[in-house]
């Protein structure tokens, strides 16, 4: 269990201007990452090759809801920040009860903001706050087959539902 990780928006601030004040480039991204596959694990670990520092904002269970409807998260958020926690490639993780990052990236100004290649960069919240402030934005590709709707969506053909 690697809960040292896990900050809340007020010790993630201080943490992020200490780095950022050591000369640190801080990365930022976000999503729900509901249940984690291969997709997500290679999205992530690029991501933390162009930056020194991986953060990622998680969606909050009452957010995740509001996004995807009623029947997710599939996993509630302190199993699915835990897990992200443990993978090398993420340094901090927060949670965010916003239907966006916005007000999270307003306030850490990343250096780099990443999103997937599922996303355009004039659809990406927060990226011209990010470009600014002198950062960039970083689209990653996507890996083709792997989400967790189609996840979800193939488990209830195999369940018959």
Not at 45 to 64: I, P
Not at 81 to 108: C, H, K, N, Q, W
Request: proline share 3%; aromatic share 6%; hydrophobic share 35%.
């Amino acid at each position: 269990m690697n809960n040292s990780k896990i900050k809340t928006r007020e010790e993630l601030e201080k943490m992020i201007e200490k780095e950022k004040a050591s000369g640190k480039r801080i990365g930022f991204t976000n999503g729900c990452f509901d249940i984690l596959h291969v997709g997500h694990v290679r999205y992530l670990s690029q991501a933390r090759k162009q930056c020194d520092m991986l953060v990622v904002g998680l969606n909050s269970d009452a957010s995740v809801k509001r996004l995807k409807g009623e029947s997710r998260p599939i996993n509630p958020q302190w199993a699915r920040g835990e897990v992200l926690a443990s993978l090398e490639s993420v340094d901090l993780v927060t949670v965010f009860d916003e239907d966006t990052p916005r007000a999270l990236i307003e306030l850490l100004i990343p250096d780099v903001l990443f999103k997937g290649g599922d996303w355009k960069e004039d659809e990406i919240v927060g990226a011209e706050h990010v470009k600014s402030c002198g950062g960039k934005v970083i689209v990653i590709p996507f890996v083709a087959g792997y989400s967790t709707t189609g996840t979800i969506d193939r488990l209830k053909n195999i369940q018959g539902v």
